[in-house]
């Protein structure tokens, strides 16, 4: 059996992705360990998730702050080596940059096979809290690493693109689908009675809380209208300020929402909203997994023109694409959506066809065993 060694600067709580390449594996015959950074100690240090193995670092640093992050990262690469050198592996798996550079020198010392997991364009990613000369070094850096990978995996068409520009000698791109399931009617029910009790059009948005999202604009726009429910779940800087314009009937606020259940929310849901800036190229350029969990819901989107999202729901047809920023245009589409049922219904049969036919976990894995098995 071929082992391999995940490395992730998260605690894996877990991430999604990362979860859900893990398992493909393990069902095809893989062993796979993750080392995951607990920066907060909040996790157990050992602890075997739905057959992955996970042994997480636990070095203290503070997130959203740039100045720990570098300073405690030398610790981190020092405890993943000390780690991998006592182990046994065939493959080192490296998600996104600030693990490379340690899996490069893992892989080199130990002859094995090296691959990087973009999940985002790094320097873009980290440009707002990081000063202009490290991003430039980050950005010379990861030119270098990509061009001493075995395999790149990446999330999209424009960043796959990128990479093969720096220098890549095999790259797939694995998006963010979802494995395609349904919920029971139950949970759907108790859910929708839960958040609706007065029966209103629901708009979801569960994922990260920060700006560029437009979620406080638009939630001022619900609050005004009043003919729709803005339900809003998930952690971030913006959690406060969410909170504080939620009045229970028009805007709910429900902070941080079990992975587990969020299919169900999904499919409780009338509209999904996707509306971050593009301005800022891993917006752009990336695809969030809410656009596909909610084409295999059969959940019409609003999402942001002029981003590769906004160019697949353009292309399959399952929502509305709007300027960023333009809170108006939004609850324009909203009541779009809202009145004309007949293209409501179109939308909601493009996004299942499109899901079946392409977005989903399914196809995406596939790739991914394929590309693992001419590796090794």
Same mark, same amino acid.
């Given at each position: 059996?071929?082992?391999?060694?995940?490395?992730?600067?998260?605690?894996?709580?877990?991430?999604?992705?990362?979860?859900?390449?893990?398992?493909?594996?393990?069902?095809?015959?893989?062993?796979?360990?993750?080392?995951?950074?607990?920066?907060?100690?909040?996790?157990?240090?050992?602890?075997?998730?739905?057959?992955?193995?996970?042994?997480?670092?636990?070095?203290?640093?503070?997130?959203?702050?740039?100045?720990?992050?570098?300073?405690?990262?030398?610790?981190?690469?020092?405890?993943?080596?000390?780690?991998?050198?006592? !182990?046994?592996?065939? #493959?080192?798996?490296?998600?996104? =940059?600030?693990?490379? $550079?340690?899996?490069?020198? &893992?892989?080199?010392? /130990?002859?094995?096979?090296?691959?990087?997991?973009?999940?985002?364009?790094?320097?873009?990613?980290?440009?707002?809290?990081?000063?202009?000369?490290?991003?430039?070094?980050?950005?010379?850096?990861?030119?270098?690493?990509?061009?001493?990978?075995?395999?790149?995996?990446?999330?999209?068409?424009?960043?796959?693109?990128?990479?093969?520009?720096?220098?890549? !000698?095999?790259?797939? #791109?694995?998006?963010?689908?979802? =494995?395609?399931?349904? $919920?029971?009617?139950?949970? &759907?029910?108790?859910? /929708?009675?839960?958040?609706?009790?007065?029966?209103?059009?629901?708009?979801?948005?569960?994922?990260?809380?920060?700006?560029?999202?437009?979620?406080?604009?638009?939630?001022?726009?619900?609050?005004?209208?009043?003919?729709?429910?803005?339900?809003?779940?998930?952690?971030?800087?913006?959690?406060?300020?969410?909170?504080?314009?939620?009045?229970?009937?028009?805007?709910?606020?429900?902070?941080?929402?079990?992975?587990?259940?969020?299919?169900?929310?999904?499919?409780?849901?009338?509209?999904?909203?996707?509306?971050?800036?593009?301005?800022?190229?891993?917006?752009?350029?990336?695809?969030?997994?809410?656009?596909?969990?909610?084409?295999?819901?059969?959940?019409?989107?609003?999402?942001?023109?002029?981003?590769?999202?906004?160019?697949?729901?353009?292309?399959?047809?399952?929502?509305?694409?709007?300027?960023?920023?333009?809170?108006?245009?939004?609850?324009?589409?909203?009541?779009?959506?809202?009145?004309?049922?007949?293209?409501?219904?179109?939308?909601?049969?493009?996004?299942?066809?499109?899901?079946?036919?392409?977005?989903?976990?399914?196809?995406?894995?596939?790739?991914?065993?394929?590309?693992?098995?001419?590796?090794?």
């Amino acid at each position: 059996m071929k082992k391999i060694l995940m490395l992730l600067s998260n605690p894996f709580r877990p991430d999604v992705r990362v979860y859900k390449e893990a398992i493909s594996l393990i069902e095809n015959g893989y062993d796979v360990t993750i080392i995951a950074w607990d920066r907060g100690k909040r996790y157990p240090k050992i602890e075997v998730v739905d057959k992955i193995k996970v042994e997480r670092v636990q070095i203290h640093s503070a997130y959203s702050n740039f100045l720990s992050f570098i300073l405690k990262l030398p610790l981190f690469w020092l405890a993943v080596f000390t780690t991998m050198v006592k !182990k046994d592996f065939d #493959v080192v798996h490296c998600h996104d =940059f600030d693990t490379l $550079p340690i899996g490069f020198l &893992i892989a080199k010392f /130990r002859r094995k096979k090296l691959i990087y997991d973009a999940h985002e364009w790094y320097s873009r990613m980290i440009s707002e809290t990081t000063p202009k000369f490290i991003l430039r070094m980050v950005d010379i850096a990861e030119k270098y690493f990509v061009k001493k990978t075995d395999l790149v995996i990446t999330v999209s068409d424009p960043f796959a693109k990128i990479f093969r520009e720096y220098g890549a !000698k095999k790259i797939i #791109v694995t998006m963010n689908c979802p =494995f395609i399931e349904h $919920p029971s009617s139950k949970s &759907i029910d108790e859910i /929708r009675s839960k958040i609706n009790p007065s029966n209103k059009q629901v708009i979801l948005y569960i994922g990260v809380l920060e700006p560029e999202r437009n979620l406080e604009e638009i939630a001022d726009a619900v609050l005004k209208k009043k003919d729709f429910l803005f339900v809003i779940g998930g952690f971030g800087s913006l959690e406060n300020t969410l909170k504080g314009k939620s009045d229970g009937e028009n805007v709910v606020f429900m902070g941080q929402v079990n992975p587990k259940d969020v299919p169900a929310y999904i499919f409780a849901a009338d509209i999904l909203v996707i509306t971050y800036d593009p301005s800022n190229p891993n917006n752009k350029l990336n695809v969030p997994n809410k656009l596909f969990e909610a084409m295999a819901a059969g959940k019409p989107v609003v999402v942001t023109k002029n981003s590769e999202a906004g160019m697949i729901v353009r292309k399959k047809r399952c929502g509305i694409a709007v300027d960023y920023f333009n809170p108006d245009e939004v609850i324009s589409a909203f009541y779009s959506l809202k009145n004309d049922k007949k293209i409501y219904a179109e939308l909601s049969v493009n996004g299942i066809k499109a899901s079946k036919e392409m977005y989903n976990w399914g196809i995406m894995e596939k790739r991914l065993i394929d590309a693992y098995a001419d590796m090794m």
